[in-house]
């Protein structure tokens, strides 16, 4: 998502934009600009890189007006270049786009536009499409424009020959807006608005805001004057700008079940799995005899899961690669294994090469990933987006239990395809795979239980996490987690291998987190807790039941709902992500950016 601003007023307004971006940062960052407006003249200044460059680049230009919009963006369409940012420009029109315009091709191509566009961007062939029916009345020409747009957008828009305005529009994206002494402001969220007013409103969708020094108007769709309801924010600058968390990652854990509505819900159709909108075949789920799964850190935990789920449920062989091995081991493969990647950001280069060399060998290529025309979704056959959202934190959460919600759908769809799981089967596969925001918000309110275990890992060199099938796979998660956002030294292992060398490591109060989740094996890792219990550990059991003996046996318990075991993954993901917040948080750490690590690893 970008984040965007707009400010009319008194003052001059390019400080103001260019604070208002860098609050709104957080929502995307690969390119920032401004537009301003003065003396019948519009002035435009964009370029890749932060807010911070933006700031250098307007220091020492001509830049005055008091009327002005600013844009940074999250790409979607289109690549990260100077001419790919906003604000777009065409004609007497400049405006900027938060959202995603479904139709754009068949608009250029309905309107004729193509030569008026410059760059790869949705949001330019709006600024041409406007610019097209604009005829001096910016309300008819705003309204034209909307009828034709299908998809997400919250547009600021300035024409040239109407001094002073900027005019507003919405239809899903975010917008808010207020009114004060200095001027009248809209953006994306409330973060770069508050120290203007408390007192703001929701845009209203498909109401045609016109701002003005002296306020703002609204009208809806038929001309009539609309008052909106005013709320009032009581956040402090700062905080609101994590959408009032402390840190990113937490606001990152608590957005996972709108994130798994948001990718699953639109696969779903008449209750079964459905991939038609994202133009996936089902050919490469009944021609393919073998899976191979590659991808890096946590995108590839969530291909361990999906590992399970097939080779469990389809009894289709599933391996999982390492990228960064991957590419090296001459792999066995042909057009009879189906490629499933997965990353994020779309941009690892270990995950991008070993995904080009599995090509190479007459692999079809399905990709999950969360960042919409990255290079590894335009590099495959076929993908599957997930639409978590920018995520901010190094440490990957949203995304990991969304790309685990992805394996859910592949697996459902398949078994489907394959003739393998019936229908009704399936459906009650997908109510459950529904339910999994359900299962997450329920875990989220043991927050408070799951910060004691923290408490007591922060202090330790080491910890461990042990499980069995599922539960051994969302270890490796946790110990990851725990690493590389608290420094606390931490090892997954199958709980039945411990006996066989890891158990001279556990002494009086090394924390043992166990995970107990999967019924076929619950008493064996029981059995295992006593292990390392009669040898000192201090044990955390996680797991569905409250057997008061097994409890008992534990220092601490971490319940979660009552769930087929196929599914308690989302609840274990926040349990596992809570406790490496909570530790890095309790040592004081930068639980966003931890040290030596990046977002998106682009280097080898
Ligand atoms: C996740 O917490 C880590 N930051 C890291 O392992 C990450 O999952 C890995 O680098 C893969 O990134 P991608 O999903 O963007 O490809």
């Known amino acids: 998502m970008c984040g965007i601003i707009g400010f009319t007023g008194n003052i001059q307004a390019k400080n103001i934009i260019i604070d208002g971006l860098e609050r709104l940062e957080y929502r995307g960052y690969d390119s920032a600009g401004l537009a301003l407006l003065n003396n019948g003249r519009i002035n435009v200044m964009k370029k890749t890189g932060k807010v911070a460059d933006l700031r250098k680049l307007c220091e020492n230009a001509e830049l ?56 790869e961007t949705d949001s330019e062939v709006v600024a041409a499409l406007l610019d097209t029916l604009y005829d001096g009345d910016p309300i008819k020409a705003i309204k034209k424009t909307v009828n034709v747009l299908s998809g997400a957008f919250a547009l600021c828009i300035m024409f040239q020959d109407i001094p002073g305005k900027i005019f507003s529009i919405r239809n899903v994206s975010p917008m808010v807006a207020t009114s004060c002494e200095k001027g009248s402001i809209i953006a994306s969220d409330l973060t770069a608005l508050i120290e ?11 109401h045609i805001l016109t701002l003005s020094k002296e306020g703002i108007d609204i009208i809806d769709m038929k001309g009539n004057e609309v008052k909106p309801e005013i709320l009032s924010v009581n956040w402090d600058i700062a905080s609101a700008q994590k959408g009032g968390y402390p840190f990113f990652m937490l606001k990152e854990i608590y957005e996972q079940p709108d994130a798994i509505r948001n990718t699953v819900t639109p696969r779903v159709s008449q209750g079964l799995p459905d991939f038609t909108e994202d133009g996936i075949d089902d050919s490469i789920f009944t021609d393919c005899e073998r899976i191979c799964v590659v991808a890096c850190g946590t995108a590839m935990h969530a291909g361990m899961v999906g590992k399970h789920l097939i080779e469990s449920r389809l009894r289709v062989p599933v391996q999982v690669e390492i990228a960064s091995e991957f ?15 997965l990353s994020q950001s779309g941009e690892t280069i270990d995950t991008l090469e070993a995904l080009k060399l599995a090509k190479s060998m007459g692999s079809k290529v399905l990709s999950i990933v969360n960042v919409k025309g990255s290079t590894i979704a335009r590099e495959s ?62 875990t989220l309110k043991s927050a408070n239980n799951i910060k004691r275990v923290a408490n007591h890992i922060k202090l330790a060199p080491d910890a461990f996490y ?47 987190i166990a995970f107990a989740t999967q019924e076929d094996v619950y008493g064996k890792v029981i059995s295992n807790i006593r292990e390392v219990k009669a040898r000192g550990a201090y044990v955390v059991l996680v797991s569905m039941d409250e057997k008061v003996d097994d409890v008992a046996i534990c220092d601490q318990h971490i319940r979660i709902p009552k769930l087929d075991s196929e599914f308690t993954t989302f609840a274990t993901s926040v349990i596992l992500q809570l406790i490496a917040y909570y530790t890095s948080e309790a040592k004081g750490l930068d639980v966003d950016k931890p040290r030596n690590l990046a977002k998106s690893v682009t280097v080898e």
């Open 64 to 119: 005055s007006g008091t009327c002005g919009i600013g844009h940074t963006r999250w790409a979607t369409h289109g690549g990260v270049t100077d001419v790919n940012a906003h604000p777009h420009r065409c004609g007497q029109v400049v405006l900027i786009h938060n959202g995603i315009i479904e139709n754009y091709k068949q608009i250029i191509s309905e309107y004729g536009l193509a030569d008026k566009l410059m760059s």
């Open 381 to 442: 056959d076929y993908v599957l987006y997930t639409h978590a959202g920018p995520e901010i934190a190094v440490a990957s959460t949203k995304a990991y239990t969304v790309q685990i919600a992805a394996m859910y759908l592949i697996a459902a769809r398949m078994g489907l395809v394959r003739k393998l799981i019936d229908e009704k089967s399936t459906k009650k596969f997908i109510i459950n795979l529904i339910n999994a925001s359900n299962i997450i918000e329920e």
């Open 327 to 341: 590419r090296y081991k001459n792999p066995i493969m042909d057009s009879k294994t189906l490629t499933i990647v």
């Open 196 to 206: 203007f007013s408390k007192d703001y409103f929701v845009v209203p969708e498909y």
């Open 466 to 512: 042990i499980g069995r099938g599922l539960d051994y796979t969302m270890s490796l998660e946790a110990a990851l987690k725990l690493k590389e956002i608290s420094y606390v030294h931490a090892e997954a292992y199958a709980a039945g291998e411990l006996k066989h060398g890891t158990i001279a490591l556990i002494a009086e109060n090394v924390p043992v």
